[in-house]
Nanobody
């Protein structure tokens, strides 16, 4: 099993920055991709950014140029640096791990979620 623990959410003014962290433990050898998702009130959960073991990244159009996902393999941690935050970025942000094997891509685990609130 994979366990994900997030940190770094909070309240920030529009235009400000926050950095989210997600530490993975357990069966980390099974992880191929880690990512961040978010869910705003009344909306479906959506992908924000993903990063593969090889460092390939993918971003939602709404955050391109403002958010940066990175990973530190030494301590099994993935980060989401969020700059130029907008009120519409307000949501609960969830860390996610995907993998399961060389040709398997399933969701392995979700973090508990961290609230990000951007005040206008």
């Amino acid at each position: 099993q994979v366990r994900l623990v997030e940190s770094g959410g909070g309240l920030v003014q529009a235009g400000g920055s926050l950095r989210l962290s997600c530490a993975a433990s357990g069966s980390i050898f099974s992880i191929n991709t880690m990512g961040w998702y978010r869910q705003a009130p009344g909306k479906q959960r959506e992908v924000v950014a993903q990063i593969t073991n090889g460092g390939i990244t993918n971003y939602a159009e709404s955050v391109k140029g403002r958010f940066t996902i990175s990973r530190e393999n030494a301590n099994n941690t993935v980060y989401l640096q969020m700059n130029s935050l907008k009120p519409e970025d307000t949501a609960v942000y969830y860390c996610n791990a995907r993998g399961g094997g060389p040709s398997i891509d399933i969701s392995l685990s979700w973090g508990q979620g961290t609230q990000v609130t951007v005040a206008s």
